[in-house]
């Protein structure tokens, strides 16, 4: 009969507890500063001759962290007027009204880009 003795293993699995705390803790960091670059990228395409004529809708588009657990960090970006869907999408009502993408172009354009904020957040505790 073969005997082993393993030593240690408590600590050790406090250890990856305490590494996947961090990981989950960077990875929303990591949301966060892409929201926020993606802020910026939509302000700047809505800039670019939208007719937007007062700037609250530019000023009201906002990211954020919705939801952080063990496997999951989801996020948001949106603007909180009540036209920005139909400048967004479109009017179904109003044909007229054809949709001016401004938020998923900045996610479209920098899918790139946000890997590379989140990955370089989570590389902060590897």
């Not at 240690?8 to 929201?35: F, H, I, P, W, Y």
């Not at 007719?51 to 949106?78: F, N, P, W």
């Amino acid at each position: 009969m073969i005997k082993y003795n393993l030593e240690g293993l408590d600590k050790s699995l406090k250890g990856l507890d305490k590494l996947c705390v961090k990981l989950e803790t960077n990875a929303a960091r990591g949301l966060q500063k892409a929201l926020f670059f993606l802020e910026k990228k939509s302000k700047r395409i809505l800039h670019k001759g939208y007719g937007l004529k007062t700037g609250t809708m530019k000023r009201s588009i906002k990211g954020r962290v919705l939801e952080q657990k063990k496997d999951i960090v989801r996020g948001a970006l949106g603007a909180n007027t009540e036209y920005a869907a139909i400048q967004e999408l479109g009017s179904a009502k109003n044909p007229k009204r054809k949709a001016k993408p401004y938020l998923w172009p900045a996610v479209e354009k920098n899918l790139e880009n946000i890997e590379k904020i989140m990955a370089e957040e989570i590389k902060k505790i590897i």
